[in-house]
């Protein structure tokens, strides 16, 4: 058998490249294989329709972790982050409300709706970042295991507990975010129905709930987490799409020795004697290795590719169990032309922008809760939304190399589609919730029909099919109370080991979660190397 | 002249007589203090109709803490607590699940699978589990969070302990099953919908959520620590009602020396020098005591009773974020005859529970999120006469609908114009399962949420004073900081259901408080 490696990882996402990288750096010989003929996984570009060039998947970093950014050196290996300025919410009445980064703009802007809104915005802002600021600690260390008492847990349990008591005052604010709804916790603090829809829109971001979920409240925090870090609201483009995160994340991993093959997809986890010891792939291939990395997600790690015989039942029933029910596609457009927001040219402009300043950042439909709300009730009985909430940007204005001269990429992250569907399955679902996705945009940018040129539609299925993302759960877990901190991916076995000696997670499912943030491969690359000395 | 208590409480609803007998058997001087003319809030026995009489709001008494009841004595004072009652669940298609309860007769529930069965009795078995748990930590005002000293600490950690005590593996479960939605605790564990309604109904009660809103399962748990039951609401009445319940707690403190007056409202609550010291009635009249501890809910007690300039801007802040969303109407029905469910056995002496399958428990919530008028709520029904016949004339029954989830605020009409609307709308859904039952029916009394707030006074029509929610729970009810029953006003207290242990008829937060207001002196 050919050469035997210190560690292989299985995936090439962003976590799986970051966790070889970190690996490399200590002398480790790590060889990452990956199922596609590129790296990225979920952080990718792809050009589907001739010199159109979309981010299939995510399509903006904000999580991303500076700490990683200047540990592996990611600049030198090309990643360059440009910022996206501001957030657009046109309204169904024809009016908008527009946030710019520079906060006296976005003041000027609120004041036009509601005076006491524009005073709130600050404050808001501050209590975020003070709540990120109490949380991250807990997001940036191994978590615990509140239901055990050895002393290692107990003592790191105290330290979380003494961060917390540092944020005292912070404390009940905290306690209550972490259960409430998004729509409670913006409804307190103000009454600009478009603006309260739009914030507590964060909060449903990946998940399978809806703005008066309580937990969502949370999850506006967690997206939030990405802006304390750098640059206030410091949230941006890749150059080059999102394959300029998993290229500069590649490169890392090369300069630290490690090695990356495409095209070789895992079949099996080789365990022997409850121990992994390398890997299958799927033509019959046999990797040896002496640790075992998976970075995709725990039902596709533990139901298979690792045969039943080597977990206990009882660890069997916690994977069956753990939720990752999908819910979000993403539309992806190439267009002949800049689209046209109606609420741009009806309504006076207020500020010094011209109208195309207001489409280089992220435009927002989500007029009101009800409407959020409303989107979601279609999913909770198996439909897509009707009418959806979505998330756009058009990053040809960011960067230009995206999409011939003069012609434009638009980027649709769109919630809901549930990944199981009540009548009819996907393939055949999948145009009508395209038309959807197209006839609730075209309400708001009445040239839309008229200006596409190509549409990439993906649902969860396809997530599922096309990115191994097992129910399209686009952060490979359900961002849900019980499958926070301590409990994830599955109770007992949170600390990037499994019950399998040797076999380590590194993905979106292991602390501290989804999203382009590399955390999860960084650490776990930390517990790895601590744990072998 | 004047006298001075050693306690007033504002209000003669169950927690506020619970309290009441616990100071009074303490040796404490108390006068509590009722608008109405009648004693037990909401959980009073009243006339709607000549000679048909009928619980308020909840008509069975099971989640009341029998603990209380054996440490006061209340059957000694007149409280008769009948038969356990089964669960009938009607469905559409003219059948239904009848639950009926565990009382040593060996029955079990007809039409579920043998795998559905065994669910059950395991899901049993690890509520009461948790009940017993968390009963021993809602029982007990909730040590103060800065910790001090040693004992302090201790104290935090003796809290804890009832869950420790689970042992690992339950305490994992547990973690996982609190912030859960019902409906997918029911989804993992059960098959047949009609089961997964009637025990997922329980998730929903009294609250602001719907089956798949996390912390429906909390919800659920809340519904069953009285007497640390478990997996299904078994009914259990007190011969009279609700009302004999309240009293016999009446009784048992005027028997320990407490004083009750009712019809009589406090208008104020008398601050002097940032301390309660006593309260102003509409008469005119003032009584002086040593506490004031109000069983009316926070937002009543604190922005209505308190001249404002006593609080803190930050502290009304916080009463005004507390939620109270009424989403409870109750039906009182006479009617002629027992109504005949399809598919029942002979005289359901029990709850009915109409809502067969979670997605119409949960469509019926989605209503009340946009403040409609639906056309399928759910109802908890329950027919006290045919247990306690004394309630309504010979041969003749009272039907009492707890309906979820009209909503307090109707959107675009108001209450007045809807309330017919929604006894037909009751009226039909009980007709789907009972035909013939409309011809019955000789008097009604429709109660809206915003009638419920009026008559009981309890903000929103909120029946539980705070809404049942993970963010009101424990350390956050009612509020942020002031969890302890003491008020940010010295010598206040609450002693209600927006307390820590309230919540529904337990009278954990009357004893609590009364403990609480023990220790202090
Ligand atoms: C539609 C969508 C939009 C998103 N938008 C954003 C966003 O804007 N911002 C943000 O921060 N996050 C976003 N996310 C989330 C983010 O993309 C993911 O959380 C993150 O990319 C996951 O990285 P990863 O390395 O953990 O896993 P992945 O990127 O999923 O990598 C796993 C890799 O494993 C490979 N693989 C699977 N099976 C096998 C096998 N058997 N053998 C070998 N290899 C295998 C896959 O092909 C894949 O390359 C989005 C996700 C989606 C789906
Ligand atoms: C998987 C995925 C992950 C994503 N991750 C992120 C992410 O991590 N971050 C991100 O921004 N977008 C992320 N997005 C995009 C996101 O959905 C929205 O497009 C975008 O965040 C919308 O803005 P917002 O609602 O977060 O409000 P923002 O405008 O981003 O919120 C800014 C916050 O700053 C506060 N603030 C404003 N002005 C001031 C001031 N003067 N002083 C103090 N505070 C102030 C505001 O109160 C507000 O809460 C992600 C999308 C996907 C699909």
């Known amino acids: 058998m050919a050469k035997s490696y210190d560690a292989v990882i299985i995936g090439a996402g962003h976590n799986g490249l970051a966790c070889a990288a970190y690996l490399g750096r200590a002398g480790r010989s790590v060889l990452v294989v990956e199922r596609r003929p590129m790296v990225g996984g979920a952080t990718v570009t792809e050009e589907i329709y001739p010199g159109f060039k979309y981010s299939v998947c995510s399509y903006v970093v904000s999580l991303l972790r500076p700490q990683v950014i200047s540990e592996l050196d990611l600049p030198r290996h090309g990643l360059e982050i440009l910022p996206l300025d501001g957030t657009l919410t046109p309204l169904p009445d024809g009016d908008y409300i527009m ?17 006491a809104d524009a005073d709130a915005y600050g404050q808001f802002g501050t209590l975020l970042y003070h709540l990120a600021h109490a949380v991250r600690p807990i997001l940036g260390a191994t978590p615990p295991d509140p239901t055990s008492l050895r002393p290692g847990q107990v003592k790191r349990l105290i330290e979380i507990g003494r961060q917390f008591g540092k944020s005292r005052e912070h404390l009940y604010d905290l306690a209550k975010l972490m259960t409430m709804s998004s729509a409670d916790f913006v409804e307190a603090w103000f009454e600009t129905e478009g603006l309260r829809a739009t914030l507590s829109a964060s909060g449903i971001i990946g998940t399978f709930l809806g703005p008066r979920s309580p937990g969502s409240a949370y999850v506006m925090l967690h997206h939030y987490m990405g802006e304390i870090d750098g640059q206030f609201r410091a949230w941006g483009f890749p150059r080059g799409g999102m394959s300029g995160v998993a290229e500069a994340f ?13 095209e070789a997809p895992v079949a099996e986890i080789l365990i022997r004697d409850g121990r992994a010891r390398g890997l299958v792939l799927e033509d019959g291939e046999e990797i040896a290795a002496r640790t075992v990395i998976s970075s995709v997600d725990p039902k596709l790690t533990f139901e298979r590719l690792t045969a039943p015989e080597h977990l206990d039942a009882d660890f069997r029933e916690q994977v069956a169990r753990y939720k990752i029910r999908g819910s979000s596609g993403k539309v992806n457009l190439a267009l002949d032309a800049l689209p046209e927001l109606a609420c741009l040219k009806t309504s006076k402009s207020w500020t010094g922008y011209p ?20 989107a979601y009730d279609d999913a909770k009985y198996g439909r897509f939304s009707r009418r959806p909430y979505m998330d756009i940007i058009i990053p040809s204005l960011i960067d230009p190399s995206m999409a011939p001269p003069g012609k434009h990429v638009m980027s649709i992250f769109v919630q809901y589609a549930p990944y199981q569907l009540a009548e009819g399955t996907w393939e055949d679902q999948r145009e009508a919730f395209g038309d959807a996705v197209i006839d609730t945009l075209a309400q708001y940018v009445p040239n839309l029909k008229d200006i596409i040129l190509h549409r990439q539609v993906v649902t969860p299925w396809d997530l599922e099919q096309r990115f191994g993302l097992t129910q399209g759960n686009i952060i490979y877990r359900e961002l849900s109370l019980e499958q926070l901190f301590f409990l994830r991916p599955a109770a007992g076995w949170a600390e990037y080991r499994t019950p399998i000696d040797s076999l380590y997670m590194c993905g979106s499912a292991t602390h501290p979660g989804g999203g382009v943030m590399a955390a999860p491969g960084r650490l776990a690359a930390k517990r790895i190397l601590a744990d072998q000395g | 002249m004047t006298k001075t208590y050693d306690a007033v409480i504002v209000g003669a609803g169950h927690n506020g007589l619970v309290c009441a007998a616990y100071l009074a058997r303490a040796g404490r001087e108390v006068l509590v203090l009722e608008r109405r003319e009648i004693v037990g809030g909401c959980a009073a026995t009243e006339e709607f109709a000549p000679g048909f009489r009928c619980p308020a709001t909840f008509p069975s008494v099971e989640t009341f803490d029998p603990e209380i009841t054996r440490e006061l004595q209340l059957e000694s004072h007149g409280l008769r607590l009948l038969a356990q009652g089964g669960v009938l669940v009607p469905r559409f298609d003219g059948e239904a699940l009848y639950l009926p309860p565990p009382n040593g007769t060996g029955a079990r529930a007809e039409g579920i699978p043998d795998s559905d069965a065994e ?6 078995v690890f509520l009461r589990r948790l009940a017993a748990a968390f009963h021993s930590i809602l029982s007990k005002p909730l040590p103060d969070l800065k910790p001090s000293g040693l004992g302090d600490l201790l104290e935090i950690l003796g809290t804890g302990w009832p869950l420790r005590k689970l042992g690992a ?17 029911l989804d993992e564990r059960f098959e047949t919908d009609a089961l997964k309604a009637a025990i997922g109904a329980g998730g ?43 009293e016999a707690l009446r009784k048992a403190a005027e028997a320990a020396g407490a004083t009750v007056r009712t019809d009589v409202e406090v208008t104020d609550i008398t601050v002097v020098k940032g301390r309660a010291t006593g309260v102003a009635l509409g008469s005119g009249e003032e009584i002086q005591a040593a506490v004031v501890i109000s069983n009316a809910d926070p937002r009543t007690t604190l922005l209505d009773l308190v001249e404002p300039i006593h609080l803190d801007p930050s502290v009304v802040l916080a009463i005004r974020g507390i939620r109270s969303r009424g989403s409870v109407a109750i039906v009182k029905l006479a009617l002629d005859r027992a109504p005949r469910f399809s598919g029942a056995p002979e005289d359901p002496a029990g709850r009915i529970q109409i809502g067969a399958h979670l997605d119409e428990l949960e469509q019926a919530f989605d209503d009340t999120k946009y403040g409609r008028l639906g056309e399928r709520p759910y109802l908890d029904i329950q027919i006290p006469s045919i247990a306690d016949p004394s309630l309504a004339p010979d041969g003749k029954h009272v039907l009492s609908a707890w309906v979820q989830f009209p909503p307090y605020d109707l959107r675009d009409r108001g209450w007045e114009g809807a309330k017919d609307d929604l006894a037909a709308i009751v009226e039909k859904r009980i007709e789907d399962h009972a035909p013939g039952f409309s011809e019955s029916i ?58 820590h242990g309230g919540g529904g008829l337990t009278g954990l937060a009357g004893r609590n408080a009364a403990r609480r207001v023990l220790a202090t002196k």
């Open chain 2, 442 to 499: 000789l008097a009604r009394e429709v109660a809206s949420p915003v009638d419920l707030e009026e008559r009981y006074g309890m903000t929103g029509g909120c029946l539980y004073h705070v809404e049942p929610a993970l963010d009101q729970f424990l350390y956050l009810r009612p509020m942020p900081r002031w969890a302890g029953y003491q008020m940010p006003i010295e010598g206040l207290y609450l002693c209600g259901s927006g307390t």
């Open chain 1, 250 to 262: 590649a490169g890392a991993a090369r300069a630290a020795g490690a090695e990356i093959r495409t």
């Open chain 2, 204 to 246: 929903i009660t009294g609250s602001w959520l719907g089956p798949r809103s996390p912390g429906s399962a909390l919800n659920l748990l809340l519904h069953r620590l009285g007497g640390c039951r478990g997996a299904v609401g078994y009914p259990r009445l007190a011969a009279g009602g609700s009302g004999a319940l309240t």
């Open chain 2, 119 to 124: 669910a059950l009795n395991e899901f049993d």
């Open chain 2, 169 to 185: 593996r339950d305490l994992r479960e547990t973690m996982r099953f609190l912030p859960m939605p019902i409906a997918d605790v």
């Open chain 1, 99 to 115: 946030r710019w980064h520079d906060s006296s703009e976005t003041r000027r802007e609120l004041e036009r709706h509601s005076k």
């Open chain 1, 355 to 374: 109208p195309e300043a207001h489409l280089a950042g992220g435009i927002s439909i989500s007029p009101s809760i009800d409407y959020l709300e409303q």
